[in-house]
């Protein structure tokens, strides 16, 4: 119910490239009422809700160095700040996000487990299936006969597919049922949410089409009807060595004594987004642990280290 935050902070160094720097702002559920605990050197959630590092460390971050440029009048180039909405429900803020306002070289997400010096350069392709099987309802224990089950449909397709790790590049998973009104009506609907993920798009493609035609043919000798939706939720990026994007990375981070480290996600971001709008981005390491539970934890000098490492960058973003 609000909109992207997007901002520019115009540099004095014209010799610098432009650089953006992008966080969200929403974090997974249940994350109001959130109670820090610090502990030593560790900050922590109460016990009821998630910490919401992801990606409250990534706003902090990137605040700090707004102020601290600001403050401290460090001459910089160019500076993009995006922090956008909705990205933990398919990265829908970076998806409404008008490409026009991406006026910068390359950029960085800062939302990624690790420490400071890992850069993510590769992502996989996601899509979402859903799937509506409708059978017909009956009296379970007078006439099931009569009935065509939406449950059961539902679970021979299922059985059928392969899912988990498919291999190096692909997975694939079931992750929502919804279905049946009572144990004593047979069900006659059943939602079913899935999703699989490739760094390979045949892959992928490939994967996609085996679950739909188990779906597709189990409603078909089951005589339901099925209403199937796939949806492309983001597409997969590879970020070389030689792109400037990740030479920049690696060599601060060596100028600070981070040795980088260059990693491929299972998962996917706003970096998605802006890749394939043609704005070079890669995720970085922000110091987040158990992300979307409630053991979430995250390190106050780790993220101290990140601060210092995108800090760095900001201010001098060549190799």
Excluded at 69 to 83: F, R, T
Excluded at 191 to 210: C, F, G, P, W, Y
Excluded at 258 to 285: R, V
Aim: proline fraction near 4%.
């Amino acid at each position: 119910n609000s909109g992207n935050l997007i901002a520019t902070i115009k540099g004095e160094r014209r010799d610098l490239p432009a650089i953006m720097l992008n966080a969200h702002m929403d974090t997974v559920k249940p994350g109001i009422g959130v109670k820090p605990v610090i502990d030593g050197d560790m900050i922590k959630a109460s016990g009821d809700t998630i910490l919401g590092g992801d990606d409250k460390a990534g706003v902090a971050i990137i605040l700090e160095i707004a102020r601290i440029l600001k403050e401290e009048k460090i001459p910089h180039g160019d500076l993009l700040i995006v922090m956008t909405v909705a990205e933990e429900i398919g990265i829908k803020g970076a998806g409404a996000l008008d490409p026009k306002y991406l006026k910068a070289d390359f950029g960085y997400t800062l939302d990624c487990t690790g420490t400071a010096g890992g850069i993510f350069v590769a992502s996989p392709t996601h899509d979402k299936i859903e799937a509506r099987i409708t059978g017909r309802a009956a009296h379970a224990g007078i006439e099931p006969e009569k009935g065509i089950s939406a449950i059961l449909t539902a679970s021979k397709a299922i059985s059928k597919m392969k899912l988990g790790r498919i291999d190096d590049e692909t997975t694939a998973n079931v992750g929502v049922i919804r279905g049946g009104r009572a144990t004593n009506i047979i069900p006659d609907s059943v939602l079913i949410e899935a999703e699989a993920r490739s760094h390979n798009t045949a892959k992928l493609d490939e994967q996609v089409a085996m679950m739909r035609g188990a779906l597709e043919t189990a409603a078909s000798e089951a005589g339901a009807q099925i209403d199937l939706k796939i949806i492309r939720e983001y597409q997969n990026y590879k970020l070389t060595e030689d792109m400037p994007v990740i030479k920049v990375a690696q060599a601060v981070a060596r100028s600070i004594g981070i040795e980088p480290i260059l990693k491929t996600s299972g998962g996917g971001s706003d970096a998605n987004i802006f890749n394939a709008h043609g704005l070079p981005t890669a995720p970085l390491g922000t110091a987040m642990h158990n992300c979307h539970t409630m053991d979430e934890d995250i390190s106050i000098s780790e993220l101290e280290c990140v601060f210092e490492y995108v800090m760095a960058i900001a201010k001098n973003p060549v190799v």
